[in-house]
């Protein structure tokens, strides 16, 4: 009876440790796509100004990224806030402040720079690991990846990807940086989105080569998909990281 007892008491401490470990953090990744020949004049104005602003008002800068081919002259970067309503008020602070306001008139005195902004709202999936701003080597590639799931099979996705495709990636030599699930509107279903880091290019497609001939990966894919597949589409972006990324 004592065993069982402080088998329950293990099991139970494992527990609340996976369950502090959890990022309950409200994500935003914001895609900004610049005019013509403007992406240079919105880096400078993130590097020296923005970025310090946004700290300022409480929120986290994750990461900022630039696309290899990147013929929509776009930045993507991810924010983090401690809740939805915290984020709300601080781009309504961001917005009214005196500097920020004063920044973008000056920045914006040849021309307009943004063109478009669009957001992706997020939570971290359970199995997401901690987000890592320094490593040994800080020459990576990363790679974003958004992923589709068939009509219902979202959570058959992330169900794969926490029991084994987390495990099947680091074993090819991949490193995962952070896994989202998309906060969608009501009536669509969400994404799972995700950052990976390579090498190179040339290194993230020798990794996905072999993952994708991996005998075991081939029986878990057989054996989530008996039913149909799962995935609908997937998107890839390869990013190099700016240079006053957090994550690089």
């Known amino acids: ?17 996976f369950a502090q470990k959890q990022d309950n953090r409200y994500f935003e990744m914001r895609i900004y796509y610049c005019e013509p ?11 020296d100004h923005t970025t310090k602003i946004f700290e300022r008002h409480g929120m986290t800068n994750i990461g900022y990224w630039v696309p290899v081919q ?28 005196p500097e920020w ?19 992706i709202f997020m939570n971290a999936t359970d199995f997401s690991p901690k987000i890592k701003e320094k490593v040994k080597n800080p020459e990576r590639m990363f790679e974003l990846r958004i992923y589709t799931g ?18 099947l990636f680091k074993k090819h030599g991949m490193q995962n940086i952070a896994y989202w699930k998309s906060i ?28 994708r001939k991996d005998t075991k990966w081939i029986k878990v894919r057989d054996e989530s998909e008996k039913n149909g597949k799962i995935v609908e589409k997937v998107e890839s972006i390869f990013m190099t990281p700016t240079d006053f990324s957090t994550i690089k």
Not at 82 to 96: H, I, L, N, T, V
Not at 185 to 206: D, N
Request: cysteine-free; hydrophobic content about 40%.
């Open 101 to 119: 306001k004063k920044v973008s008139e000056e920045s914006q005195r040849d021309g307009k720079i943004v063109a478009k902004v669009e957001s």
């Open 150 to 167: 068939t009509p219902n099979n979202i959570d058959n996705v992330l169900a794969r990807f926490r029991n084994h495709t987390l495990k």
């Open 70 to 97: 990147n013929d929509k002259n776009a930045l993507y970067y991810v924010l983090a806030y401690p809740s939805k309503e915290a984020r709300d008020a601080s781009w309504k602070a961001f917005g009214a402040d």
């Open 1 to 17: 009876m004592k065993k069982l007892l402080l088998l329950v008491a293990l099991m139970s401490a494992g527990n609340l440790v």
């Open 184 to 211: 969608e509107k009501e009536g669509t279903q969400a994404r799972l989105v995700y950052i990976l880091a390579h090498k190179s290019e040339e290194a993230a497609k020798a990794s996905f080569d072999a993952f």
């Open 37 to 47: 020949g403007r992406l240079p004049n919105l880096l400078t104005r993130f590097r």
